[in-house]
């Protein structure tokens, strides 16, 4: 596919560009990126006045699909995150059947190929069902098409696991993603624990039980020399943890969700218990946000990732230590970042458009996350002053359950182009 | 119409001093009518209320029962045994199916905290909380403080110690909220694996019982669960009553005229002796009657009761 996108401002943290350019895809990849190029057949996209960046991608979704189809698809979750401006995600496999084998990976990449209108990478199960047992076949998910193996939604407790699948998963140059929570110590939880969740009398999640994991990743990837990414940190705890080991040299990176960047417990009181403020990791206290906040700033912290989690209505309309956790992201996560990162000068543009593109490319040794000639034409185009309301009725995801419904923001993608191909273009 | 201005009673958090004072007042003009010879007024006539009880809880149901039935208002009670509940339907789907009775209240008793504000967002009737989870049990701090303004003549500067369980405890909670709310000085006292952290923004904490009981106008003692006893907070039933268990030689560090406050039923010989529990501090019947009371007055303040109330 050839298009020709023409007068943006071209951001590629991958080389340090920043400058009004051109970009010429053909063939599905970037040919060229100069000044006033010619389409050699195809479409012209006007980028004046708009910021254009290597397509983002997400490091943390769940599609749901197979399994609950009721709540996701490969089709709808691709249309979501093509919307928010993703040209890729990375698929959690906490599906059902969960995705711990190379057949159900290439079930997965079928059904992407045939209906997915942006990249799908699987990521396939650490132990076999996600069940901390057995580890799950590595080698096999990784020629089936796995980029990295995690046990999120189900996280590994035993050290020793985590220890073998550290170590294992170097001889297929795999990350090791982790969802780090000490079970002991977040049994029955409902919120985070703290002032809010003593008033509101909701069993607590102490961030403690967080860290302690995150440290024991890290003290493991250091003795065996794997990699382990850490998934939507959410603690200050972990923020310190993760900046240490990455000071000796540790092979650790992490990612942080916007709703962790934004929000703070005090919203499930502010909602009187409203389930879309329902999550895990847990909405924190402000002084862990900020550390989150700080973290993401410093460069400790790598990547934004969504952790994008549809659920259906029925699993939300529920009393609150009943509801399901999670909530949408692929939607909401870029345009929330400009807006209530960005604008304020918490963040720089470059440093989001690098933690949203660049960086989770590189964690993950995925091809993209950077406009250099001969990379796949992915492409993320925004416009830093497009304003708009968050609508959740009109989601391309199944999912509306989000805490950010009717957020009035600034700035959003307004075009995602996915191997040269228009995948999304905002009108 | 009576005025009060709110719609649902979900917790004593969101009410002012004022609301507080409008209905331990009602509950003190409405209590003359339980001394009649023939109790029943027709306030409530035409009113439907459902008491919705997904927790076994005597006590409290039938105290609500007999304010509805005094106030003549038509009621049906629904406990867990005997409801669809049983068979997995949501407590949203049984509340939308007794909706079709066109129920004017609901009164909730159940093991999630905020269950009450979720289904004030999602139904007609009114809500009033009898029990949510660990979070609110408004009319037992209603009571409870009615008990008190009768006892002392006042709620403003009295010392209140709560001792026990004020982790798992709703009725810590709304205790706290109404007592600060109206200037009393509370002092909290349990082992450090039942006060959960930030209790300490409304009341002063202390491990020592000896400490919170000492010059105590009323000591509040809550009830130790089953469940809790096994549940690590503690190492033993035998150390908890020795450490932190209110005994005879305890109470009288208290004021001469201490008020004992229990919302039972209690385990003698864990967080109360039972001397102290029979003795002259006990005020466990005045709590009975008061309960009634203050339901009666939640009842008509939050259903516009017509003004026949006095006839
Ligand atoms: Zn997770």
């Keep these: 596919m050839n298009i020709l996108i023409k007068g943006g401002r071209v951001l590629d943290p991958s080389r340090n560009l920043d400058a009004d350019l051109d970009v010429l895809i053909e063939d599905g990849r970037v040919s060229q990126v100069g000044e006033k190029l010619k389409a050699r057949g195809g479409e012209t996209l006007d980028a004046a006045g708009l910021v254009v960046c290597p397509g983002f991608i997400d490091l943390h979704t769940h599609l749901r699909e197979p399994g609950r189809e009721d709540k996701e698809t490969i089709a709808t979750g691709t249309r979501s995150a093509a919307a928010g401006g993703f040209t890729a995600v990375c698929a959690m496999p906490n599906t059902e059947p969960v995705n711990d084998s190379a057949g159900i990976t290439r079930a997965i990449l079928e059904r992407a190929a045939a209906e997915g209108v942006v990249r799908v990478w699987p990521i396939g199960a650490i132990t076999k069902g996600s069940k901390g047992q057995e580890l799950a076949e590595f080698g096999d998910l990784r020629e089936a098409g796995c980029v990295a193996v995690s046990d999120d939604g189900r996280p590994v407790a035993s050290s020793r696991m985590m220890r073998r699948a550290l170590e294992y998963a170097k001889a297929f140059d795999l990350t090791v993603i982790d969802h780090c929570e000490e079970p002991g110590l977040t049994e029955g939880f409902a919120m985070n624990e703290g002032p809010v969740a003593t008033w509101l009398g909701l069993r607590g999640y102490p961030p403690v039980a967080e860290t302690i994991v995150v440290e024991r990743d890290i003290h493991l990837a250091e003795i065996t020399g794997g990699k382990v990414h850490i998934a939507h940190l959410s603690t200050a705890g972990a923020v310190d943890a993760v900046r240490r080991g990455k000071a000796r040299g540790v092979r650790v990176t992490a990612e942080a969700t916007p709703h962790h960047l934004l929000l ?29 906040v700080a ?133 | 119409m009576s005025g009060f201005p709110h719609r649902h009673l979900l917790g004593i958090e969101a009410l002012e001093p004022s609301d507080i004072q409008t209905i331990l007042d009602t509950a003190a003009s409405l209590k003359e009518i339980l001394d009649r010879p023939i109790k029943k007024v027709p306030t409530l006539r035409g009113k439907t209320i459902v008491n919705l009880f997904y927790e076994a809880s005597t006590r409290t149901r039938s105290s609500f029962e007999v304010a509805e039935r005094v106030l003549s208002a038509d009621s049906l009670s629904i406990a867990t045994a005997t409801s669809s509940a049983t068979k997995g339907e949501t407590l949203l789907d049984t509340v939308q199916n007794l909706e079709a009775m066109k129920p004017d209240m609901i009164i909730l008793r159940h093991q999630s905290s905020g269950s009450p504000h979720f289904l004030a967002r999602h139904v007609r009737p009114a809500i ?67 006060l959960p952290p930030g209790i300490d923004a409304l009341a002063s904490v202390t491990h020592r019982i000896d400490e919170a009981v000492e010059g105590a106008d009323a000591i509040m003692m809550l009830r130790i669960q089953r469940e809790r006893m096994s549940g690590g907070y503690f190492s033993s039933t035998r150390e908890f009553h020795i450490r932190f268990g209110l005994t005879e030689a305890r109470a009288k560090r208290a004021k001469k005229d201490v008020v004992i406050l229990h919302p039972g039923p209690m385990n003698r010989g864990v967080e109360i002796a039972s001397e102290v529990a029979d003795g002259p501090y006990s005020v466990i019947l005045d709590q009975v009657t008061n309960g009634v009371a203050v339901r009666m007055a939640v009842l008509y303040l939050l259903l516009g009761g017509a003004s026949e109330a006095e006839s």
């Design chain 1, 264 to 292: 703070t417990d005090q919203l499930v009181r502010d909602t009187e218990y409203d389930t879309s403020t329902k999550m895990n990791p847990p909405l924190r206290g402000d002084a862990d946000r900020q550390a989150v």
């Design chain 1, 295 to 427: 973290g993401l700033a410093d460069g400790t912290i790598d990547c934004i990732a969504t952790d994008h989690a549809p659920h259906s209505v029925d699993d939300k309309k529920v009393e609150y230590d009943q509801a399901a956790n999670g909530i949408v992201g692929l939607e909401t996560a870029v345009a929330l970042c400009l807006d209530r990162l960005v604008r304020p000068g918490l963040l720089e543009l470059r440093q989001l458009v690098a933690a949203l593109s660049t960086h989770p490319a590189r964690v993950l040794g995925l091809p993209g996350g950077t406009l250099k000639p001969g990379s796949p034409g992915d492409v993320t185009v925004l416009d830093l002053e497009r304003r708009f309301k968050v609508n959740p009725e009109r989601f391309e995801s199944k999912g509306r359950n989000t805490p950010f419904g009717s957020w009035q923001l600034t700035g959003r993608a307004v075009a995602t182009i996915v191997g040269g191909r228009v995948a999304f273009q905002a009108r």
């Design chain 2, 128 to 194: 009033v909380n009898a029990g949510d989870g660990a979070h609110e049990h408004p009319t037992q701090a209603l009571l409870d403080a009615l008990t008190l303004r009768e006892k002392k003549g006042r709620l403003k500067g009295l010392r209140v110690a709560i001792v026990g369980d004020i982790l798992h405890s709703r009725v810590a909670r709304s205790n706290l909220w109404l007592l600060s709310k109206m200037g009393a000085d509370v002092v909290l006292c349990g082992p450090p694996t039942l």
